[in-house]
Structure formats: structure tokens, C-alpha cells
């Protein structure tokens, strides 16, 4: 795997083997005890989410979804992340962490309500603990960091049942003043929150070597708090390292930054052609060390599924795609007017009367020639 530095932290490598525990570049030993049954569930997590990304894509290449953000060869930092978390935990991600809300919980149809134009987001972040998807490059780190200043002064941090937020964004993110101002802000009031970057080597199509002198998990440094780097396409190490961080951060001990370093398999959204910026053979690189294709490796050698749980487990997402396309193809549109329901939790007399005449300018096209 092309790096910058021999610290990376890996748990699986790309042909299956595990590693019993690796260092990261603080002295923190990683590792991860699991029962077969957990290591089965990661990799049927890993092939859902991928499934339910690929039938967005398609829809939205179908005219069904006005744009879609593919998580494609990011599964791992997202399973594997998502897994780490804990029920009281808040989440805040960017617009391409559906294997996050899919971990969390969050009816896969609610994304894609979103990308429809039907709804600006459906799920309830109280009762999923899950921020809405955060368009503004960055501005997520900045509510996460907020977020978690007020764990500190509900006191709910220092113990076992503390809780802890984390902030998801991209590699080009680093490049925004949110993103340094929340790392200037945490490391001050020790904020319980993890900065979760999944560096997916292109900022659109700005490659990492122009964003940055220094890997991204060394910045951490100059604000004053941990920074690790992690194998982004191994759900494992992934999932020990943010374990980690989160436990660091209810204990009260502070942020950290993790750099999962993975790679955008597809285009940044679809609405983008990769193939303008980024030679073949770099991508086809990456492909070796597909995040999945490493698990299923993992679990052949150690006997710990065969090639039944493998065909039902692809068999099983792919149903869940195929009802997903259905919820999708026969979810109804709003109402023109519902665009007034959710400004002000009561309503007002100046949004009534604007509601009144757009309804009215409306009703002014009907039996006409437009």
C-alpha cells in the first residue's frame, strides 16, 4: 500500500492474514478479539451496504435519484467505525456515510428520500443519535465539537456510561477553516469528540499530494491531541482504532484524529467522471486491496464460513436492494406547499400569508395553456 509513513495501523492485510495487534504512532496497541459470529457479521455488513450503494447509483443513473455520493471501496472505515459506537454516542456525518446510518440503525430508504428531493432527511437525530447528512464541506466538525463541549458540562464524561461524539469527513475537508477552528476548540476544552477523516485520496478531483505536505493524522499534533493512521479498507483495524478514540474521549481525555486511509473506487458523486483525473491502473491498484474481498480471504482460511454463508449472504442483499427499489420507485411526492411546514415549529402570519399566495399563484395555472 503506497504511504507516507511505516505507522499505518493494520489488522487484516489485503490477502486475509490477520495480524494479532498493531502500534499506532502514539504507542497505542490495537487489536480486536472477536467470535466467528461477529467476524461473519461485519463481512454481511460490508456486502449489504455495498449492495444498497450500488442500487442507489443505479437509480439515480435511471432519472430516480437527483444525485447520489457512492461509498463505494469506503465500506470498511464505515462499517468498521460505525460498529465501534456506542448507543449514547452522537453521530455527525457529511453526505456519503451510509454504511454509518446503516450501523446505526437508520432505514436505508431515509437517505435516499433526501437524494429524491422528497424530504430533506427523514431520521429523527434524538432518537437515532445521528445528525442529519451535513452538504457544507466541514461545517459538521464545528456542530460536533459543540456537541460535545456540552457532554462536558452535562458532566456525562469520566466514566464507563460517558458519552462521546464523532465528526465524519474527507481529506479535502482539512482544507476548510471549520474543520481547523473545531480542532482549536476541542483540544482547549478537551472535547469528548473523534475526527473521523476518510481519506479517499481526492478532494473531488484534487489529489491528496496537492492538499497536503504532511499525512493528515500528523496535524493532530500541532493542535495539541492524538492522531492515528488507519488501513481505511480493513473493517478491523477500523473498527479497534475508533473503539479506541471513543473510549479515550467518554473517559475524558480529549479528541483524537483518525486518518482512515482508503480510496474512492467510484466518482466523488454522480454527477462526476473520474476518468478526466485519475489514471486506470491507480484505481485498478486499489482494487487489490478491496476491503471485502480481504474479509471473505479472512474467513475462508480460518474455516470460519463457507461458501454457503457467502452465496446467502449476497442473496440477502440483494433482496434488501431489490426492496429498496421498490420503496423508492413508489414513494409518494410532497405536496408544493409542504415546503412551509417545517420553518418554524409553529408556524407564523408572515409564513401563512407567503404559503397563501404561493398556493394562489399556483391555482392561477390551472385550465391554462402553461
Known amino acids: 500500500m503506497a504511504r507516507d509513513d511505516d505507522?499505518?495501523?493494520?489488522?487484516?492485510?489485503?490477502?486475509?492474514?490477520?495480524?494479532?495487534?498493531a502500534v499506532g504512532p502514539d504507542g497505542v496497541e490495537y487489536s480486536v478479539d472477536l467470535t466467528d459470529a461477529e467476524y461473519r457479521g461485519f463481512y454481511r455488513d460490508l456486502v449489504t451496504v455495498r449492495r444498497l450503494d450500488a442500487e442507489a447509483t443505479a437509480l439515480q443513473r435511471q432519472g430516480e435519484l437527483g444525485i447520489w455520493a457512492s461509498l463505494l471501496g469506503q465500506e470498511a472505515a464505515q462499517v468498521g467505525s460505525g460498529r465501534a459506537l456506542r448507543p449514547q454516542d452522537m453521530v455527525f456525518p457529511t453526505y456519503r456515510e451510509h454504511g454509518v446510518l446503516y450501523c446505526r440503525g437508520i432505514d436505508p430508504i431515509m437517505p435516499l428520500s433526501l437524494f429524491r428531493g422528497v424530504d430533506q432527511g427523514a431520521?429523527?437525530?434524538?432518537?437515532?443519535?445521528?445528525?442529519?447528512?451535513?452538504?457544507?464541506?466541514?461545517?459538521?466538525?464545528?456542530?460536533?465539537?459543540?456537541?460535545a463541549m456540552g457532554i462536558t458540562m452535562?458532566?456525562?464524561?469520566?466514566?464507563?456510561?460517558?458519552?462521546?461524539?464523532?465528526?465524519?469527513?474527507?481529506?479535502?475537508?482539512?482544507?476548510?477553516?471549520d474543520v481547523n477552528e473545531a480542532f482549536?476548540?476541542?483540544?482547549?476544552?478537551?472535547?469528548?469528540?473523534?475526527?473521523?477523516?476518510?481519506?479517499?485520496?481526492?478532494?473531488?478531483?484534487?489529489?491528496?499530494?496537492r492538499q497536503t505536505r504532511v499525512p493528515l493524522y500528523q496535524r493532530?499534533?500541532?493542535?495539541?491531541?492524538?492522531?492515528?493512521?488507519?488501513?481505511?479498507?480493513?473493517?478491523?483495524?477500523?473498527y479497534a482504532v475508533t473503539r479506541h478514540a471513543l473510549d479515550h474521549a467518554r473517559g475524558g481525555q480529549g479528541p483524537t484524529?483518525?486518518?482512515?486511509?482508503?480510496?474512492?473506487?467510484?466518482?466523488?458523486?454522480?454527477?462526476?467522471?473520474?476518468?478526466?483525473?485519475?489514471?486506470?491502473?491507480?484505481?485498478?491498484?486499489?482494487?487489490?486491496?478491496?476491503?471485502?474481498?480481504?474479509?471473505?480471504?479472512?474467513?475462508?482460511?480460518q474455516q470460519i464460513a463457507d461458501e454457503s454463508f457467502f452465496a446467502e449472504v449476497d442473496e440477502q442483499a440483494r433482496t434488501e436492494a431489490v426492496r429498496l427499489r421498490e420503496r423508492v420507485l413508489t414513494m409518494p411526492d410532497p405536496a408544493p406547499d409542504s415546503i412551509f411546514d417545517n420553518v418554524y415549529p409553529h408556524g407564523s402570519p408572515l409564513l401563512?400569508?407567503?404559503?397563501?399566495?404561493?398556493?394562489?399563484?399556483?391555482?392561477?395555472?390551472?385550465?391554462?395553456?402553461?
Not at 458532566?155 to 456510561?161: A, S
Not at 493542535?223 to 481505511?232: E, L, S
Open 257 to 301: 484524529l483518525i486518518e482512515a486511509y482508503t480510496y474512492r473506487m467510484g466518482a466523488h458523486t454522480t454527477s462526476d467522471d473520474p476518468s478526466r483525473y485519475r489514471p486506470p491502473a491507480e484505481a485498478e491498484a486499489w482494487r487489490s486491496r478491496d476491503p471485502i474481498a480481504r474479509l471473505a480471504a479472512f474467513l475462508g482460511k
Open 352 to 370: 401563512d400569508g407567503e404559503r397563501e399566495r404561493f398556493n394562489a399563484y399556483r391555482k392561477s395555472f390551472e385550465g391554462s395553456a402553461h
Open 123 to 147: 431520521w429523527d437525530p434524538i432518537e437515532t443519535r445521528c445528525g442529519m447528512y451535513t452538504i457544507v464541506i466541514g461545517a459538521q466538525t464545528l456542530h460536533a465539537t459543540g456537541y
Open 7 to 21: 505507522t499505518l495501523v493494520q489488522l487484516l492485510t489485503p490477502d486475509g492474514e490477520r495480524v494479532d495487534r
Open 184 to 209: 482549536i476548540w476541542s483540544a482547549v476544552y478537551t472535547a469528548p469528540v473523534v475526527f473521523f477523516c476518510q481519506n479517499n485520496q481526492y478532494a473531488i478531483s484534487e489529489p491528496i499530494e
Open 220 to 238: 493532530a499534533a500541532g493542535f495539541g491531541f492524538p492522531g492515528v493512521r488507519v488501513d481505511g479498507n480493513d473493517v478491523l483495524a477500523s
Open 154 to 177: 452535562d458532566g456525562k464524561v469520566g466514566n464507563d456510561d460517558g458519552e462521546a461524539a464523532i465528526a465524519y469527513f474527507g481529506d479535502g475537508a482539512t482544507s476548510q477553516g
